[in-house]
């Protein structure tokens, strides 16, 4: 089972990038994914989450009406669009499965991606 996630970097304040996040080794559409972050000195925070019937998806506040989840089965990825970046958006980013799932769960996620960093910077 792998979820490698990709896409991370650096961008400037008001600038966008597209996070990937490619499954293995499991059947891909039983799975809710969602993605997560954590920065320097603070707790890990979820901010998406689309459930495995497509029919839920879920925004923290802190990235509602910037970020975007979807998903390609076809391709076994998920993604995350991120616009409008901000200082405050610098952290590691997960991606992370959950079996059946409707978004209800925190944190009780089947499987991780290991990170990817973002930073961004004036």
């Known amino acids: 089972v792998q979820l490698v996630e990709s896409g991370g970097g650096f961008a400037q304040v008001g600038g966008s990038l597209r996070l990937s996040c490619a499954a293995s080794?499991?059947?891909?559409?039983?799975?809710?994914f969602a993605w997560f972050r954590q920065a320097p000195g603070k707790q890990r925070e979820r901010l998406s989450c689309?459930?495995?019937?497509?029919?839920?998806?879920w925004y923290g506040d802190s990235v509602k009406g910037r970020f975007a989840i979807s998903r390609d089965d076809a391709k076994n990825t998920v993604y995350l669009e991120t616009t409008s970046l901000k200082p405050e958006d610098t952290a590691i980013y997960y991606c992370?499965?959950?079996?059946?799932?409707?978004?209800?769960?925190?944190?009780?996620?089947?499987?991780w991606g290991q990170g990817i960093q973002v930073t961004v910077s004036l």
């Open positions: 992370a499965a959950d079996l059946h799932g409707t978004c209800r769960h925190w944190f009780e996620y089947d499987f």
């Open positions: 080794g499991f059947t891909f559409a039983d799975y809710a």
């Open positions: 689309l459930s495995y019937r497509r029919d839920i998806t």
